[in-house]
C-alpha cells in the first residue's frame, strides 16, 4: 500500500513531536458544534473526535473509507456508518446499566482488530499469543508498590546513567536530526526542543513538512494540503513527558504516586517497572534496564470517546551527548503500526528560533 492512511499520519507526526497541547486559540467547540452530522458522538470535545476514530479504526483492523465516504466524510451513504452508530450506541447501554457508566466493554471487546466481532475461541499461536490478537503490553489496572525505599533507588540509578542531576539539568536547548521510518518510507526528520517546555519536529515529505509542535500554550498538527489540527487535550497530557528536557528529575513532581511493578524482559533484559499515577488521568509506565539503569520503554494511554488509545515508545542507541546520554533511536507502537526514528546528529544549548514555536496564526500560516 503506498498512501499512508491519514489517521495513522495524524497519530504518527502527534507521537513524533510533542503531541501536546494546549486549548486552541477559539474558544473550545464539541463535536455537534465542530462537525456536520454528527449524531451519536455528540458533546465530546471536537478535539476527542480524530483520536476516537483512531481507537475504532484500531478496534476492527479497517481505515476511514470503511464507513465514511471519502473526501465527504458527513455522508450517511455506507451501511457501515449506521451499524457503527448502533454498536455505540449498545456499547454506551452496556457499560451504563452493568458497569455504572465505566468503559468496561470498548469496540475492541468483541472485534479484536476485526472488522466483524469475533464469536470464537482464537487458535493460539507457538509464541503464545493468539491469532489476530495483539500480545498484552500493559493494563491500566496492574497493581504495585509505592514505597519510596523501594521507588526512588530506581529512578537515581536512572538519573546517573544519564550523567547526573546536573548534567541533566544543564541541557537547556536541543536540536536532533535525523530520519523518521513511517510505513516503510523514510524521511529526513528535524527535532528542536526548548526548555522548559517547547518543542518542534519538522518532517520534510515529497509534498511539503509535516510539523507537530508545541509552544508552551498550544499544541498543532499540519500536514501539506490538510488544515491545521489543533491537538487533544488528552494527548496533550499524556505526551508531555516528551517536551520535558529534564524528565527525569520532574517524575516525582509529575506522578502523585509511583509504584513499583513486577519485573519483566524486554528483548532478553531484565528490566524494572514503574508506574506513574495522577489523579482523574490514565497511568504510564517506565521500564527501566536492570543492569545499566537507562530507560527502555514507556507505555502510556490517552483518553477518548470509547476507550483508551495506547502509545507504547521504545529507546535504544543511547550516546553521550554534551555530556548527558540521550536515545538516538526510538520507535513508536500504536494498536494501527509503528515507526522508528535514528538521530543521525545532536547538539545541546545551542540556539533556537523562537519563530519555530509560533502558532499557525502568529506566523502567518494556514
Not at 449524531?39 to 483520536?51: F, H, M, N, R, Y
Not at 528483548?267 to 530507560?295: A, I, M
Request: net charge positive; proline share 7%; charged share 25%.
Amino acid at each position: 500500500m503506498n498512501r499512508i492512511p491519514q489517521l495513522f499520519l495524524f497519530a504518527t507526526l502527534a507521537a513524533i513531536g510533542v503531541a501536546q497541547n494546549g486549548p486552541s486559540p477559539a474558544a473550545p467547540k464539541t463535536t455537534d458544534q465542530a462537525f456536520k452530522n454528527i449524531q451519536t458522538l455528540k458533546g465530546i470535545p471536537a478535539d476527542q473526535l480524530v483520536p476516537t476514530m483512531q481507537f475504532i479504526t484500531a478496534s476492527l483492523g479497517v481505515e476511514c473509507e470503511y464507513c465514511h465516504v471519502e473526501g465527504a466524510f458527513d455522508k450517511d451513504d455506507k451501511k457501515t456508518k449506521q451499524t457503527a452508530r448502533k454498536m455505540m450506541e449498545m456499547m454506551f447501554a452496556i457499560d451504563k446499566g452493568n458497569f455504572e457508566g465505566r468503559r468496561a466493554v470498548t469496540c475492541y471487546t468483541c472485534h479484536r482488530g476485526n472488522a466483524r466481532p469475533v464469536a470464537i475461541p482464537l487458535i493460539a499461536m507457538a509464541d503464545g499469543g493468539k491469532r489476530g490478537v495483539p500480545i498484552k503490553v500493559a493494563v491500566p489496572e496492574d497493581q504495585g508498590t509505592s514505597v519510596p525505599a523501594v521507588v526512588d533507588p530506581i529512578l537515581e540509578k536512572y538519573i546517573a546513567a544519564l550523567g547526573g542531576p546536573t548534567a541533566v539539568q544543564k541541557v537547556t536547548s536541543r536540536i536532533e536530526k535525523g530520519t523518521a521510518d513511517l510505513a516503510g518510507k523514510q524521511f529526513p526528520i528535524d527535532i528542536y526542543s526548548q526548555a522548559p517546555a517547547k518543542r518542534v519536529s519538522v518532517m520534510h515529505m515529497p509534498n511539503g513538512d509535516s510539523i507537530t509542535a508545541y509552544n508552551g500554550t498550544v499544541g498543532w498538527l499540519s500536514v501539506p494540503g490538510r488544515p491545521t489540527q489543533w491537538m487533544s487535550a488528552s494527548d496533550a497530557d499524556a505526551s508531555r513527558l516528551d517536551a520535558d528536557l529534564e524528565l527525569p528529575l520532574h517524575m516525582r513532581r509529575i506522578f502523585n504516586e509511583m509504584r513499583v511493578m513486577a519485573s519483566e524482559k524486554i528483548d532478553g533484559r531484565d528490566v524494572d517497572v514503574l508506574q506513574g499515577l495522577r489523579p482523574d488521568k490514565p497511568p504510564v509506565k517506565f521500564y527501566f534496564d536492570r543492569e545499566s539503569g537507562l530507560l527502555l520503554r514507556m507505555v502510556r494511554y490517552t483518553e477518548t470517546a470509547v476507550g483508551l488509545n495506547l502509545t507504547q515508545i521504545d529507546y535504544a542507541d543511547y550516546r553521550d551527548s554534551g555530556g548527558v546520554k540521550i536515545p538516538y533511536r526510538w520507535t513508536v507502537a500504536r494498536p494501527r503500526g509503528q515507526f522508528t526514528i535514528q538521530v543521525e546528529s545532536a547538539q545541546q544549548n545551542v540556539p533556537v528560533d523562537e519563530q519555530k514555536f509560533a502558532p499557525p496564526a502568529a506566523s502567518g500560516q494556514k
